[in-house]
């Protein structure tokens, strides 16, 4: 994979993937303990890899069941094979998954996977079990969104940011400020004006603080803030001019939390947890918006629906494709024995039951079918139509309403596409072949 920062949009699609992979790992059972599981971290040596994987391959010659036994040798030597072809340990690390796992009909099938993540692997690990360990993989299904915390009372300040389930404290500091009192006789407004002035200074410092690590390259280095205290001093530094436009512009939650510091931003990450979870869904809900905009004001900048999808891909008129994750629909490719090219159709599983497909009748040769799964086929070709890959969920009631009503796929188009007149030409064209079809029938030939 290449060096550079993956786009948020390639990220979902790299999650996708990944969730497709654990699928597939999970599902698969070794006969006993006989499936390896390694992982590599980045800045790690082949050479100590390779060592490790020989000492273990040594060790495994003490299991007492030979099948069992044979079976974790050949996967470590499988393993080994592998790496022999991996000059260095890649950017972000290596996933090697390898051994004999029994398939749905029950047969045995080797199985040797090394897979570069598009995310750091965190830990060195050696599995020898019965199941392929995803625990690294499901790591990389968290979101990349990190997201600010501010715990402010009368006591100090806490500054922390929170990635996923890794949290960064970035600073701390204490304060004493003088409290209330009605002592003082005739210096009590002194105390007071005294007492107002300290807290403004608190403020300001806190502010101040918030802008050095919240922004970089003046914009701000998160996707949202949450202002947390157990005081009125959240609402103070929220609604003061001394708190930075940028900051205050992406502050999600104001939340009351009963304890400073490390326990308050405890307390404050469970209360805004519905918020932080909510952003991927807002950002959904924006997308979906726009393409129901499209259709309301009639721009003919939109498409969707299976058929007019694929023309204006090939067409390259898509400039955003937004497809529902879970679509069930493959892509079935059809090669004739006389044919130099394959016919694709797009069909689901239930409807390509009640085709024949295959062909092969009257002693014919039978047809070529490729399956794949359509949102899969997707995921790695969309580069090749030249647009951006959006994948929802049906979580929200927008993606619902466009996964029911719009058939789970549609497109934001770079110009207007007549869609009526290609499937006018699309129903001429199948006139003609039909046409064609017929006159090649000889009557003569078949039946005298």
């Not at 259709?295 to 390259?316: H, N, P, R, W």
């Amino acid at each position: 994979m290449a060096d550079r920062e993956l786009s948020e949009y390639e990220k979902n699609i790299e999650r996708y993937k990944v969730k497709k992979l654990i699928k597939m790992l999970e599902s698969a059972r070794g006969m006993g303990t006989s499936v390896i599981t390694v992982y590599v971290p980045p800045k790690d040596q082949v050479s100590r890899v390779v060592a490790m994987l020989n000492n273990e391959y040594g060790t495994a010659s003490n299991i007492k069941s030979h099948t069992n036994k044979l079976s974790v040798q050949a996967a470590i030597t499988a393993a080994l094979g592998r790496l022999k072809l991996i000059t260095r340990i890649p950017n972000n690390g290596l996933l090697l998954y390898s051994g004999t796992v029994l398939t749905e009909d029950n047969k045995e099938k080797k199985l040797t996977l090394d897979i570069e993540p598009f995310k750091a692997v965190s830990r060195s690990l050696y599995l020898c079990d019965n199941k392929f360990h995803t625990d690294e993989l499901r790591r990389m299904l968290e979101s990349d969104d990190k997201f600010g915390f501010i715990i402010v009372d009368g006591s100090g300040t806490l500054y922390a940011t929170v990635c996923g389930s890794v949290k960064e404290k970035l600073g701390q500091f204490s304060v004493e400020l003088p409290k209330k009192h009605g002592r003082g006789g005739q210096s009590k407004n002194r105390f007071a004006r005294i007492r107002q002035e300290r807290r403004h200074n608190y403020l300001r410092k806190v502010a101040e603080n918030a802008t050095q690590y919240f922004i970089t390259n003046d914009r701000p280095n998160v996707l949202g803030i949450v202002l947390a205290g157990s005081a009125e001093f959240k609402e103070s530094l929220y609604q003061s001019d001394l708190f930075d436009p940028r900051l205050k512009a992406i502050v999600m939650k104001v939340v009351d939390v009963a304890h400073p510091g490390d326990v308050g931003l405890n307390q404050a990450i469970d209360l805004s947890a519905d918020s932080l979870g909510g952003v991927k869904l807002v950002q959904e809900k924006k997308l979906v918006q726009q393409f129901f905009d499209q259709i309301a004001c009639d721009t003919q900048l939109y498409c969707f629906g299976v058929s007019d999808t694929m023309k204006c891909l090939e067409a390259g008129a898509v400039e955003t494709l937004i497809v529902f994750e879970d679509l069930e629909l493959n892509r079935y490719a059809v090669k004739t024995p006389d044919a130099t090219e394959p016919t694709v159709y797009f069909y689901t599983a239930e409807q390509a039951s009640k085709i024949n497909m295959h062909g092969g009748g009257d002693g014919q040769a039978q047809n070529e079918v490729e399956v794949e799964s359509f949102v899969d086929w997707l995921a790695n070709s969309y580069t090749k139509f030249g647009c951006r890959l959006e994948l929802i969920t049906n979580k929200s009631q927008e993606g619902t309403q466009f996964v029911k009503g719009f058939g789970g796929i549609g497109g934001l188009l770079r110009y207007k596409m007549d869609m009526l007149s290609l499937r006018e030409a699309d129903k001429v064209h199948e006139e003609e072949a039909g046409a064609k079809k017929a006159d090649d029938f000889d009557f003569d030939d078949d039946f005298m």
